[in-house]
């Protein structure tokens, strides 16, 4: 298993939050522990750390990699829409700074067995929590495997073009569904190839199916939807003058952050004709990013899975 992991944006994160003594701090998705370890070091020598996560088998890792820092870090399996139920059973009802680093872990994409990734042959699988149960309110599918071998070709499309914004979507959705009829579809590279047979072929940087993938992950696991509950759950946990960050790897998700961002910042939300402002609406936030920070060009050459990555941060007022 490869545990080698580069945090994205790893100076940017502690310019925005700051990190101080005595200070506690959320990392909503610590993943391998990269961005935990860099506020702890960063919060000496009694700043603490609550990190949380959906994958188990990350927990693991991070928990040895902070092993050192002892009680000043926290580790706890769950979801960061939970962040408030989490924090008090921690007995903590607000903190200094919150980061979500929305990407997919390197421990994640290259275990043939969690089905993240056509580079390697594993089960079409794509949870973030492997315990992930059925979900009775929204009906989200248990798998990828679920999802390919049991939706509709109109449900499908609708996913690729929804969250991959791909241009084929219907095409590759009508060849999901004749491959199915020959026998299930139960692995990565098998899925991949069928959705590359249903694409035009011509010169591309990307494989055809990358959209595709990342369309079916964040559909599994209700990523939008669960970044739309954590933001409006983080805000309020907040000190003034606390931070938030996000790092974002997908333009529906830096959408979503930027307009809960710019809402929370408004000063007047009177109806636009209003000829004089009688909301007397105060802002929540101050949006520290105007446009998001993107990774350096020597950033993207030494890891290369950082050249989608888009932070934003905004301030606690």
Not at 87 to 116: K, M, N, W
Not at 156 to 179: S, T
Not at 282 to 311: C, D, G, H, M, W
Request: aromatic share 4%; hydrophobic share 40%.
């Amino acid at each position: 298993m490869n545990t080698q992991h580069i945090p994205v944006l790893y100076d940017k994160v502690v310019e925005f939050l700051k990190p101080k003594p005595d200070g506690i701090y959320i990392d909503g998705t610590v993943g391998l522990g990269g961005h935990s370890l860099a506020i702890l070091k960063a919060s000496a020598p009694d700043g603490r750390v609550i990190g949380i996560d959906l994958d188990v088998e990350a927990l693991t890792v991070a928990k040895d990699r902070l092993h050192a820092f002892g009680g000043r870090c926290s580790l706890v399996n769950g979801n960061f829409t939970e962040m408030d139920v989490l924090l008090e059973r921690h007995s903590v009802h607000a903190v200094d700074g919150i980061l979500l680093d929305l990407g997919v872990s390197s421990l994640q994409l290259d275990a043939p067995h969690r089905g993240f990734s056509f580079n390697h042959t594993g089960p079409l699988d794509m949870r973030m929590d492997p315990r992930q149960e059925l979900s009775s309110e929204h009906e989200t599918a248990l798998t990828a495997m679920q999802v390919v071998n049991n939706s509709t070709v109109d449900v499908l499309a609708d996913i690729f073009k929804r969250y991959g914004e791909e241009r084929f979507a219907k095409r590759i959705a009508g060849r999901i569904v004749r491959a199915r009829q020959q026998g299930p579809i139960t692995t990565t590279t098998q899925f991949a190839e069928i959705v590359k047979q249903a694409v035009p072929q011509k010169a591309s940087k990307i494989h055809p199916a990358t959209r595709v993938f990342q369309a079916l992950r964040i559909h599994v696991n209700a990523e939008l939807e669960n970044l739309s509950t954590g933001l409006e759950v983080a805000i309020p946990l907040l000190k003034p003058g606390g931070c938030l960050c996000v790092i974002t790897f997908h333009s529906l998700e830096d959408r979503i952050v930027k307009h809960c961002f710019r809402t929370w910042a408004r000063t007047c939300i009177c109806p636009p004709k209003t000829p004089v402002c009688i909301c007397e609406h105060s802002p929540s936030v101050e949006v520290l990013t105007r446009r998001p920070v993107l990774p350096s060009v020597a950033e993207i050459q030494q890891n290369p899975r950082a050249r989608s990555a888009k932070l934003r941060a905004a301030r606690k007022l």
